[in-house]
């Protein structure tokens, strides 16, 4: 089976397994992309996210990551559910983390293909990764032609939207690869205009230190600054508001994950409720879920910083 084959053969079994999209892309230093990271880690607009800049030459060359890798093979996983919160003046939570932890859903599955490919083809070395690693997998995402970065920096493609996670297989085998695919934002700046702490600075351009995702899921201070209150539209874990205005996104449609499914209790939360939440409820509802990343106190400091 030549090179051409094979990779036909691995996105055939990605689609088998669930992926929506797989990408095949050489495995070699992003000199561009460095650059970028080293000048946006400079100006500090990654906050309070020191990882960000830990392990630098691995995050920008995944040769550093798996020995003797030639290959980046780029997945994305469905995630969009179109179903609400019943009480509409509850605190929100950001879609993708209404279900179970994509950490856990999505490496089971890029297990899966990767052991399908090396009983396939025989002695492959690589590792599985899902947002657990310093891999730049937006950029593996552009460079394998699943999709573009849009104005919010999140990737986009052109049937599907962006409700989607990344994942990635680097292994030491060559592939047939892909090219990327043209950016359809156009003149559009919806992501731009809707973000109400104006995280998204510009086109293309994201200030993470100004992200609501960031304050509420990543920020570990014991109070959030007062500066922003009043501007979080509701939002006490993550934000999908870029996402919501995107026209891309209407596009998007249901995922065909079982584990994703929200719990019945967890969407009749009351904003009464989420108020009197104690910690016994919380590890009960989030159990499984990335939610429980804030811990409880972290959670309650974010609902607190609504009212």
């Not at 495995?27 to 990882?51: H, I, P, S, T, V």
């Not at 979080?232 to 995107?246: A, K, L, P, R």
């Amino acid at each position: 089976m030549n090179t051409q084959q094979l990779s036909l053969y691995i996105k055939r079994l990605a689609s088998q397994i669930g992926f929506d999209s797989c990408g095949i892309s050489k495995a070699q230093q992003l000199d561009e992309e460095a650059r970028l990271l080293d000048a946006w880690l400079n100006q500090n607009l990654n906050g309070k996210m020191a990882y960000m800049g830990n392990h630098f030459e691995k995050r920008v060359d995944p040769r550093k990551l798996v020995d003797g890798a030639k290959s980046v093979i780029s997945l994305s996983y469905n995630y969009f559910n179109n179903v609400k919160q019943t009480d509409a003046n509850a605190p929100k939570i950001a879609m993708y983390a209404l279900g179970k932890d994509y950490h856990t859903v999505v490496k089971d599955k890029l297990q899966l293909l990767f052991a399908a490919i090396k009983e396939h083809v025989g002695e492959v070395g690589g590792r599985c990764f899902v947002d657990s690693a310093p891999v730049l997998e937006r950029a593996w995402a552009q460079r394998s032609g699943i999709g573009w970065v849009g104005k919010n920096t999140n990737i986009l493609t052109k049937r599907r939207g962006s409700y989607f996670f990344l994942a990635e297989i680097i292994v030491d085998i060559e592939l047939d690869y892909d090219s990327p695919v043209k950016d359809y934002c156009g003149t559009c700046t919806k992501c731009v205009d809707a973000c109400p702490t104006d995280a998204i600075y510009e086109p293309y351009k994201l200030d993470a230190s100004k992200c609501i995702s960031y304050f509420t899921i990543e920020l570990k201070d014991e109070m959030l600054p007062g500066d922003y209150k009043g501007k979080f539209e509701n939002w006490m874990f993550g934000c999908d508001i870029c996402q919501q205005v995107c026209p891309i996104n209407s596009q998007a449609v249901k995922h065909n994950e079982p584990e994703f499914e929200p719990v019945k209790e967890l969407l009749d939360m009351t904003k009464e409720d989420w108020n009197e939440l104690k910690e016994e409820a919380f590890k009960s509802l989030f159990k499984h879920s990335a939610v429980k990343r804030t811990n409880f106190n972290g959670l309650k400091r974010n609902i607190d910083f609504l009212k």
